[in-house]
């Protein structure tokens, strides 16, 4: 043991002694590990950072210690009586209407908030002037109080203490809001919100039989109330049936957190290839560095250094400097949530300080310490075995076999480690997994696109032109750059090429595709009693408009086959039919947008138990079969009823589509509204906008939903969604032009021999540098074939096969990908290059 350790001491020595050097032959090293640590730190620190704000500031953004959701319908009085013996209640009831100008000249979509004056529970409400909310919806004369968001005043074009109208009700804008403390908890809307009085909601006549409502329940718990579970536990004992939905301040945005997780996952997972990436950088960078320690290390062995000495002292440095580079990691992922709460306050609860998140920075740290040790050790293997013999002449390291076993043993184990860690870490571990083994499969691919490539260059014919023969020579000799070009650019181009797909074709169906298809206006909240004016009107504003109309009840899923489904296990894909109410119907006949695929549909005067059809592709989601049961809450009561067959359903066209749709006897009697679609594909804009006057003028209740307006909302968050991801990518690409420059680095030593001889022989430079140009040029060009092929293939299964959208190759993306690999490989490799090209014959060839 004394022996080993002073030979640990020794090692150690020797190292600090060579650092005096500096960092020379290090700064890829140094980048590669700072970037993909930072990324991991500062994606996970921003993370932790949102989520924890939304849990300790759960009452305020939940505005309540729990809240109870009734859709529909109110609290009855049974109901009523247990949530006021909790504490002090606050009700809400929201909904979607068209709020119009008292002149009909303009209208817009708003989602309509009204409270009562015990809003806020929790929390602070700040409004444009600042004046106590009370204050700002009291009624004046005939007129109500009203507060709105700054968007709908600017769609509108008014200005405060201008008249609006929702329903039959007339409101005065008495302010701007600036802070909802309870905004996140209600959930992403598509339209501005609206902020006025419970009363003036009363009176503008929109809640209505079947109406789309929210009434929302708001507790400020007493002191001596029981704990939220305990108070859950018994909402659902004493009123089984209720079918409300509960939430508590520990939950106060279940969903957001979910995606919040999600997206974080997807970003750590980004952050871990540039990681990975990077240590293909580190693995060619140590290379380097060993390479020009050559003759260091066999001088030490020549004085009697043991071999394991030898890579000790090397181990010593490469940790040194992977500490330095990970805490420049670490720094990153300190300042990051500090920086990123500029921009995300105006849309997530996160507070500009600088709290450290430990778990976030030690999981960047035992990633940044794996990926080292995993890329390094093989090169540190092939250093021990560098003869004394190279004191006396310039020889590389011999790569073409592996080290001895235990060098690959401990790479194998770390590189292990790093998938384990990966896996164990994610929030959904299944897509950890399958990242994984697509990375594997990419790093398998891109070796043998690279035998490829020298295959082809080896078999081609001879050229006439002598620089562009040795070119082709270049990439197939032993030695060549090319596994190390089309490794390190390959991956991250291809990445870069899969976002870009499919962000691309997001938009393009968006704005394109699914616009096209989709129809022109969906109408919301339809009375059976206007159904016939309603219908004529359509018919005199488009005579050649096809319209659709099915009538529309909202019901929350909540058993299957007699199972709570709270208490199963849900596929994630799945989930979100589970998660709130669903919009449901009941047919006579097959809806025609559908396609029977299992089972067979009920007789038109079908009268016997509650059948459903089911959507095929969620029904297979959530496990379900024919024969199966399911309970859904409609207005109160519990409807269970068995699934009878599945249909296809075709939701990218966007039309009124349901998950069930149910037998007619299911609903008999049950009061509900209608929905309605207009689909008129050569309807102009001032068409549309007609349409939209006469129908809100002539309905003030009906809602009416311009599909565009609905996907431009979608298409802006879709974007800013694509800014982090494309932020994320250009990590990963930044990464790859590191290793890349690493690579060539690495290499310059062979390519200065090879100079020297040639000029010896009578080359002169310009054909050195054609001959180098061509070489990067061809090897930037199979690159990005491979990418453009790789990333296409990757883009069309996530557009086409999760997210069910029509996928196409996009030029554009092609164009660029090609012109980024080019000018990537040509400008570092000849900048490389052009350094050796200076170099004095005499010296080198002293050294053959």
Same mark, same amino acid.
């Given at each position: 043991?004394?022996?080993?350790?002073?030979?640990?001491?020794?090692?150690?020595?020797?190292?600090?002694?060579?650092?005096?050097?500096?960092?020379?032959?290090?700064?890829?090293?140094?980048?590669?590990?700072?970037?993909?640590?930072?990324?991991?730190?500062?994606?996970?620190?921003?993370?932790?950072?949102?989520?924890?704000?939304?849990?300790?500031?759960?009452?305020?953004?939940?505005?309540?210690?729990?809240?109870?959701?009734?859709?529909?319908?109110?609290?009855?009085?049974?109901?009523?009586?247990?949530?006021?013996?909790?504490?002090?209640?606050?009700?809400?009831?929201?909904?979607?209407?068209?709020?119009?100008?008292?002149?009909?000249?303009?209208?817009?979509?708003?989602?309509?908030?009204?409270?009562?004056?015990?809003?806020?529970?929790?929390?602070?409400?700040?409004?444009?002037?600042?004046?106590?909310?009370?204050?700002?919806?009291?009624?004046?004369?005939?007129?109500?109080?009203?507060?709105?968001?700054?968007?709908?005043?600017?769609?509108?074009?008014?200005?405060?203490?201008?008249?609006?109208?929702?329903?039959?009700?007339?409101?005065?804008?008495?302010?701007?809001?600036?802070?909802?403390?309870?905004?996140?908890?209600?959930?992403?809307?598509?339209?501005?919100?609206?902020?006025?009085?419970?009363?003036?909601?009363?009176?503008?006549?929109?809640?209505?039989?079947?109406?789309?409502?929210?009434?929302?329940?708001?507790?400020?718990?007493?002191?001596?109330?029981?704990?939220?579970?305990?108070?859950?536990?018994?909402?659902?004992?004493?009123?089984?049936?209720?079918?409300?939905?509960?939430?508590?301040?520990?939950?106060?945005?279940?969903?957001?957190?979910?995606?919040?997780?999600?997206?974080?996952?997807?970003?750590?997972?980004?952050?871990?290839?540039?990681?990975?990436?990077?240590?293909?950088?580190?693995?060619?960078?140590?290379?380097?560095?060993?390479?020009?320690?050559?003759?260091?290390?066999?001088?030490?062995?020549?004085?009697?250094?043991?071999?394991?000495?030898?890579?000790?002292?090397? /181990? !010593?440095?490469? =940790?040194?400097? &992977?500490?330095?580079?990970?805490? #420049?990691? %670490? @720094?990153?992922?300190? *300042?990051?949530?500090?920086?990123?709460?500029?921009?995300?306050?105006?849309?997530?609860?996160?507070?500009?300080?600088?709290?450290?998140?430990?778990?976030?920075?030690?999981?960047?740290?035992?990633?940044?310490?794996?990926?080292?040790?995993?890329?390094?050790?093989?090169?540190?293997?092939?250093?021990?075995?560098?003869?004394?013999?190279?004191?006396?002449?310039?020889?590389?390291?011999?790569?073409?076999?592996?080290?001895?076993?235990?060098?690959?043993?401990?790479?194998?184990?770390?590189?292990?480690?790093?998938?384990?860690?990966?896996?164990?870490?994610?929030?959904?571990?299944?897509?950890? /997994? !399958?990242?994984? =083994?697509?990375? &594997?499969?990419?790093?398998?691919? #891109?070796? %043998? @696109?690279?035998?490829? *490539?020298?295959?082809?260059?080896?078999?081609?014919?001879?050229?006439?032109?002598?620089?562009?023969?040795?070119?082709?020579?270049?990439?197939?000799?032993?030695?060549?750059?090319?596994?190390?070009?089309?490794?390190?650019?390959?991956?991250?181009?291809?990445?870069?090429?899969?976002?870009?797909?499919?962000?691309?074709?997001?938009?393009?169906?968006?704005?394109?595709?699914?616009?096209?298809?989709?129809?022109?206006?969906?109408?919301?909240?339809?009375?059976?009693?206007?159904?016939?004016?309603?219908?004529?009107?359509?018919?005199?504003?488009?005579?050649?408009?096809?319209?659709?109309?099915?009538?529309?009840?909202?019901?929350?899923?909540?058993?299957?086959?007699?199972?709570?489904?709270?208490?199963?296990?849900?596929?994630?894909?799945?989930?979100?039919?589970?998660?709130?109410?669903?919009?449901?119907?009941?047919?006579?006949?097959?809806?025609?947008?559908?396609?029977?695929?299992?089972?067979?549909?009920?007789?038109?005067?079908?009268?016997?138990?509650?059948?459903?059809?089911?959507?095929?592709?969620?029904?297979?989601?959530?496990?379900?079969?024919?024969?199966?049961?399911?309970?859904?809450?409609?207005?109160?009561?519990?409807?269970?009823?068995?699934?009878?067959?599945?249909?296809?359903?075709?939701?990218?066209?966007?039309?009124?589509?349901?998950?069930?749709?149910?037998?007619?006897?299911?609903?008999?009697?049950?009061?509900?509204?209608?929905?309605?679609?207009?689909?008129?594909?050569?309807?102009?804009?001032?068409?549309?906008?007609?349409?939209?006057?006469?129908?809100?003028?002539?309905?003030?209740?009906?809602?009416?939903?311009?599909?565009?307006?609905?996907?431009?909302?979608?298409?802006?968050?879709?974007?800013?969604?694509?800014?982090?991801?494309?932020?994320?990518?250009?990590?990963?690409?930044?990464?790859?032009?590191?290793?890349?420059?690493?690579?060539?680095?690495?290499?310059?030593?062979?390519?200065?021999?090879?100079?020297?001889?040639?000029?010896?022989?009578?080359?002169?430079?310009?054909?050195?540098?054609?001959?180098?140009?061509?070489?990067?040029?061809?090897?930037?060009?199979?690159?990005?074939?491979?990418?453009?092929?790789?990333?296409?293939?990757?883009?069309?299964?996530?557009?086409?096969?999760?997210?069910?959208?029509?996928?196409?190759?996009?030029?554009?993306?092609?164009?660029?990908?090609?012109?980024?690999?080019?000018?990537?490989?040509?400008?570092?490799?000849?900048?490389?290059?052009?350094?050796?090209?200076?170099?004095?014959?005499?010296?080198?060839?002293?050294?053959?």
């Amino acid at each position: 043991m004394s022996g080993f350790m002073q030979r640990l001491r020794t090692a150690f020595r020797l190292a600090l002694r060579e650092m005096r050097g500096g960092l020379k032959g290090f700064y890829i090293f140094l980048a590669c590990i700072a970037l993909g640590t930072g990324a991991i730190a500062a994606v996970n620190s921003i993370s932790t950072a949102i989520t924890r704000s939304i849990a300790t500031q759960g009452q305020s953004l939940l505005g309540a210690d729990i809240r109870f959701e009734l859709n529909n319908r109110e609290a009855n009085q049974q109901e009523a009586d247990f949530l006021r013996a909790l504490g002090v209640v606050s009700t809400s009831t929201g909904l979607r209407s068209m709020a119009r100008l008292p002149d009909g000249s303009d209208q817009s979509l708003v989602e309509v908030k009204a409270v009562d004056t015990a809003y806020p529970l929790y929390g602070s409400f700040k409004a444009n002037p600042n004046k106590p909310l009370p204050e700002l919806l009291a009624k004046t004369g005939d007129s109500f109080g009203a507060v709105a968001a700054p968007l709908l005043l600017d769609r509108l074009r008014l200005k405060i203490g201008d008249t609006l109208l929702i329903g039959s009700a007339k409101l005065i804008i008495t302010g701007t809001i600036d802070t909802e403390p309870d905004a996140v908890s209600e959930g992403f809307g598509f339209a501005p919100r609206l902020i006025t009085s419970n009363a003036a909601l009363t009176s503008s006549g929109l809640i209505q039989t079947g109406s789309l409502v929210e009434h929302v329940y708001k507790i400020k718990l007493k002191p001596e109330a029981p704990p939220l579970k305990t108070i859950q536990d018994q909402a659902k004992t004493s009123f089984p049936d209720a079918g409300w939905s509960v939430r508590t301040s520990d939950r106060a945005a279940p969903n957001l957190t979910e995606n919040i997780n999600r997206f974080s996952q997807f970003l750590t997972l980004v952050g871990l290839t540039a990681l990975i990436v990077g240590g293909v950088g580190v693995a060619n960078a140590v290379r380097a560095f060993l390479d020009s320690k050559r003759s260091v290390i066999a001088t030490l062995k020549c004085l009697g250094a043991p071999a394991s000495v030898v890579v000790m002292v090397y /181990l !010593f440095q490469i =940790i040194m400097i &992977a500490s330095v580079g990970i805490a #420049l990691g %670490l @720094v990153i992922g300190i *300042v990051s949530p500090w920086i990123a709460s500029s921009y995300l306050a105006q849309f997530l609860p996160i507070e500009a300080d600088m709290t450290i998140y430990p778990r976030a920075l030690v999981l960047a740290l035992v990633f940044g310490i794996l990926t080292t040790l995993a890329f390094a050790v093989m090169p540190l293997g092939h250093a021990r075995e560098v003869p004394a013999t190279a004191l006396f002449r310039e020889q590389g390291f011999e790569t073409r076999r592996l080290p001895s076993w235990p060098y690959v043993l401990v790479a194998a184990l770390a590189i292990l480690a790093l998938g384990g860690l990966a896996i164990f870490t994610a929030y959904d571990r299944r897509l950890a /997994l !399958f990242f994984l =083994i697509a990375m &594997a499969a990419s790093f398998v691919v #891109l070796r %043998l @696109v690279a035998y490829g *490539v020298a295959a082809l260059a080896r078999r081609a014919p001879r050229l006439p032109s002598p620089a562009l023969r040795l070119a082709v020579g270049n990439i197939h000799r032993p030695g060549a750059l090319t596994p190390s070009v089309i490794l390190s650019l390959g991956l991250g181009l291809a990445l870069l090429v899969t976002l870009a797909m499919i962000d691309g074709n997001l938009r393009r169906n968006l704005t394109g595709t699914l616009s096209e298809k989709a129809p022109n206006f969906f109408f919301v909240d339809i009375q059976r009693s206007q159904l016939d004016e309603f219908r004529t009107i359509l018919k005199t504003q488009a005579p050649q408009g096809k319209i659709t109309e099915v009538p529309m009840l909202r019901g929350r899923i909540i058993a299957f086959n007699g199972q709570d489904v709270a208490k199963m296990n849900v596929p994630p894909e799945g989930r979100w039919v589970l998660r709130g109410d669903r919009g449901i119907t009941y047919e006579t006949e097959l809806p025609k947008n559908s396609t029977l695929v299992e089972g067979t549909w009920w007789a038109p005067d079908y009268k016997g138990e509650p059948l459903v059809s089911f959507s095929a592709q969620e029904a297979k989601e959530l496990g379900l079969k024919l024969g199966d049961s399911v309970t859904v809450n409609v207005l109160g009561r519990s409807i269970t009823a068995k699934i009878a067959n599945f249909r296809k359903v075709d939701w990218q066209s966007l039309s009124i589509n349901f998950v069930m749709v149910f037998s007619p006897n299911t609903f008999a009697g049950a009061p509900h509204a209608w929905i309605a679609t207009l689909t008129e594909p050569n309807a102009s804009l001032a068409q549309e906008a007609d349409i939209l006057r006469t129908v809100t003028k002539a309905f003030p209740t009906i809602t009416s939903v311009r599909v565009k307006d609905a996907l431009d909302v979608v298409n802006d968050l879709v974007g800013q969604l694509a800014t982090a991801i494309r932020a994320a990518a250009a990590i990963a690409l930044i990464s790859s032009v590191l290793v890349l420059s690493g690579a060539l680095a690495a290499g310059n030593r062979g390519r200065t021999h090879d100079a020297v001889i040639l000029k010896t022989l009578g080359a002169t430079r310009s054909m050195l540098i054609r001959a180098f140009t061509y070489e990067y040029l061809l090897l930037g060009l199979a690159t990005a074939i491979f990418a453009l092929l790789a990333g296409s293939v990757a883009g069309w299964y996530v557009v086409s096969q999760i997210m069910k959208l029509p996928a196409s190759f996009l030029p554009s993306v092609a164009v660029i990908t090609v012109a980024v690999a080019l000018v990537t490989t040509i400008g570092i490799g000849l900048i490389g290059t052009w350094r050796v090209l200076g170099q004095k014959a005499a010296p080198v060839l002293r050294e053959l």
